[in-house]
């Protein structure tokens, strides 16, 4: 597993390229969000890898009206992608604003459905014409994102599955499923075919591993031992320390020397 952190959410008291260039100093990969504020030629000379980065910044996959402004915002975002060598482009099934629903919406539909597919569909096409992979985030309306539809893990996984296509994967944040879901290792087992990258906070207080609730390295230990070989990107706050944060991140996904994917710690089967 390759491990990224999120720029937006540590070393924020520095400029943005500054706090790139200690993540990659760290050893990390490079999570963005929005880089329409940012300098790219500063940012490529920093020689970070790029890992992600927002795929579109207006409209809503679910809605009718406005997923045309998904699909003409990220193609104008794909040049900066490919100059960034970013591979992942996220996108969200409804439009945020500063965080929050555009529009919010309380129930889902069978138009939203059909629409969400659709334009994950077309978000698939265009991404395998410029070799870039468009992942739907899941996200949390217990407390963040209130009135985002189809915004749960389940429902962002039956979305890509419907959409059906190579160029188009889940951004698996297990921050937002542990608010809204619950059941993190059958959730990594089951999306796994389907999980472009993963992203991590714990619960409560979105801060690094080893904070709260969740119990990270018995899910980075199922997700090694299901195989998975992709980044896993913390997208959280540092509670103290942003060196120290990093370091339990790392921490977290590392294994001790000699423990294998064969070991008991590993085992894939449910206990009966």
């Not at 659709?118 to 009135?147: I, M, Q, S, W, Y």
């Not at 979105?206 to 896993?232: D, H, Q, S």
């Not at 294994?255 to 710690?265: D, I, K, V, Y």
């Amino acid at each position: 597993m390759r491990l990224a952190v999120c720029a937006e959410m540590v070393f924020t008291e520095l400029p943005f390229t500054e706090r790139v260039r200690r993540i990659h100093e760290a050893g990390f990969d490079v999570e963005l969000w929005d880089s329409r504020s940012k300098d790219i030629a500063a940012l490529k000379a920093s020689g970070a890898v790029f890992s992600s980065m927002t795929g579109y910044t207006s409209g809503s996959l679910v809605d009718a009206d406005t997923a045309d402004d998904v699909v003409r915002t990220a193609e104008t975002l794909i040049p900066t992608a490919l100059e960034l060598g970013v591979s992942r482009m996220v996108v969200h099934s409804a439009e945020l604003i500063d965080g929050k629903a555009a529009r919010p919406a309380y129930r889902s539909n069978g138009s939203m459905w059909i629409t969400g597919a659709r334009t994950l569909e077309r978000l698939g096409a265009l991404g395998e014409k410029h070799g870039v992979t468009f992942c739907l985030e899941n996200l949390n309306t217990v407390l963040d994102h209130p009135g985002i539809p189809l915004a749960r893990a389940k429902d962002a996984l039956a979305l890509v599955e419907a959409a059906g296509h190579p160029n188009v994967k889940m951004m698996l944040d297990l921050y937002h499923a542990q608010l809204g879901e619950g059941n993190l290792i059958e959730l990594v087992r089951t999306a796994l075919p389907h999980i472009g990258e993963i992203q991590v906070a714990d619960v409560p207080g979105r801060c690094e591993p080893g904070t709260g609730e969740i119990n990270y390295p018995a899910v980075a230990r199922a997700l090694a031992a299901a195989g998975y070989e992709g980044t896993v990107g913390m997208e959280a706050w540092a509670s103290g320390d942003d060196m120290e944060a990093l370091e339990a991140f790392r921490q977290a996904f590392t294994f001790e020397a000699g423990e294998s994917r064969n070991s008991p710690a590993f085992s894939t089967e449910v206990a009966r």
